[in-house]
């Protein structure tokens, strides 16, 4: 599940481009198994597969990808990962991983707001909607605080972890001569 691509494409990679680039395989590959068998079980052993820097790039760029559509976005799947704690804890985990201090801090705000907020831990008690943020007005002003760290902060971190993934290329790339 390593991307292939030759030194020379690898070099003139934009930050983002090379983020997605990388994740580009993971998901083809984890969309393709759960076409064919959506289960925990199937999920599970896609993980296992990853290396670690993979599993850390996966389950941040997953986050991501959703968090940063709007505010909205942002609440409703911060609480949905919150309530699958192995979830959550993979993605802040993974940004340890790749040392990214200021969204590893931002999450664990974000966690805090939401808990205060009484966002269920588990997903069977999961009754969180997008609409919640039009009815409660301290909540969605503190969801907006934190969106707009999101939206400052994210490019810093795509920038670190393609960094890493220059200084790591092993982990992530097949260089191609």
């Excluded at 599940?1 to 934009?14: G, H, N, P, Y």
């Excluded at 205060?116 to 301290?138: G, H, I, M, Q, W």
């Amino acid at each position: 599940m390593i991307v292939q691509m030759k030194r020379q494409e690898f070099d003139s990679l934009a930050d983002e481009a090379l983020f997605n680039a990388c994740f580009k395989p993971l998901i083809l590959d984890y969309k393709s198994r759960m076409a064919k068998e959506n289960s925990s079980m199937v999920k599970e052993l896609f993980y296992k597969e990853l290396s670690t820097g993979q599993k850390a790039l996966f389950v941040f760029h997953m986050y991501y990808d959703h968090a940063i559509e709007s505010k909205a976005e942002f609440y409703w799947w911060s609480a949905y990962f919150i309530a699958q704690p192995k979830i959550w804890s993979a993605i802040k985990t993974g940004l340890q991983y790749f040392r990214e201090e200021p969204m590893y801090i931002l999450l664990e705000e974000t966690e805090l707001v939401l808990k205060r907020y009484n966002c269920p831990n588990t997903l069977e008690k999961f009754a969180v909607t997008r609409e919640d943020l039009d009815s409660n007005r301290e909540l969605s002003a503190s969801i907006n605080s934190l969106y707009v760290d999101f939206n400052k902060t994210a490019p810093l971190t795509i920038k670190e972890l393609s960094d890493f993934i220059r200084y790591n290329y092993e982990n992530f790339v097949k260089i191609e001569d």
